[in-house]
């Protein structure tokens, strides 16, 4: 198993562009969740989705949209950059069990927006 | 925000000793995770404990919880250089969909 991949590992925005983060997992995994990482912030949730077809906003979700139609894949997409969505994005899955579960985590996306 | 802090936020210690972190959090949980973090890479689990547990034990690993206090601790007995890395902890919400971690403690062993 790959387990969690994201695509790419590094990107360079200017201010107003959009793009899509993409994150991929062969686990199965019915949760699915992003993250980002800013210095002294620790990680953020965005947004999470509990399977196909359902999504939710979690603690930061302003200023990125995601869908989850495939168990796989949860693309995370920035919608209009700006130098404040500057951070290190992580994907997240699990197989919930309860509150009980552990995430496994891809190896992130360094976005920098000028 | 919900998140929890770690202390120190960061702490060098030299190989062989014990390096011990504190997380303190904010609302009721039914567990508690602890995450480590190399640099540059993801994040990787490395033990959880229940809110009916107040100790466990995973090889050099040891976790205590307080849930009267809402803190816990991680203790790494015996560094090694290889546990250089960041640790955070981890606590879910009451509906358990989202996950709410900390600032972190930078964890440098010195060889």
């Known amino acids: 198993n790959a387990g969690v991949t994201q695509t790419p590992k590094f990107q360079v925005l200017k201010t107003g562009q959009s793009m899509t983060l993409q994150c991929a997992q062969d686990m199965n995994h019915e949760y699915m969740s992003w993250y980002r990482q800013d210095p002294g912030m620790g990680l953020r949730l965005i947004h999470y989705s509990v399977g196909a077809g359902i999504t939710d906003q979690g603690e930061v979700p302003n200023g990125y949209n995601v869908s989850r139609s495939t168990t796989e894949d949860f693309p995370l997409r920035l919608l209009s950059a700006a130098p404040s969505q500057t951070s290190v994005y992580f994907c997240?899955?699990?197989?919930?069990?309860?509150?009980?579960?552990?995430?496994?985590f891809g190896p992130g996306t360094r976005l920098t927006v000028t | 925000s919900q998140q929890g802090e770690e202390d120190p936020q960061a702490l060098s210690i030299q190989e062989g000793e014990n390096a011990t972190m504190n997380c303190s959090y904010k609302?009721?949980?039914?567990?508690l995770q602890w995450y480590r973090q190399n640099s540059g890479r993801g994040l990787v689990h490395l033990i959880l404990?229940?809110?009916?547990?107040r100790e466990k034990h995973s090889g050099r690993l040891r976790v205590t919880l307080d849930t009267s206090k809402k803190s816990s601790s991680l203790l790494i007995t015996a560094s090694r250089a290889a546990d250089t890395a960041s640790y955070f902890c981890?606590?879910?919400?009451?509906?358990?969909?989202?996950?709410?971690f900390g600032t972190g403690t930078s964890l440098t062993v010195i060889p």
């Open positions: 609302t009721s949980i039914n567990n």
């Open positions: 997240a899955s699990s197989q919930r069990r309860g509150t009980s579960y552990e995430q496994y």
């Open positions: 981890a606590t879910p919400s009451n509906t358990g969909n989202q996950f709410y």
């Open positions: 404990i229940r809110s009916n547990e």
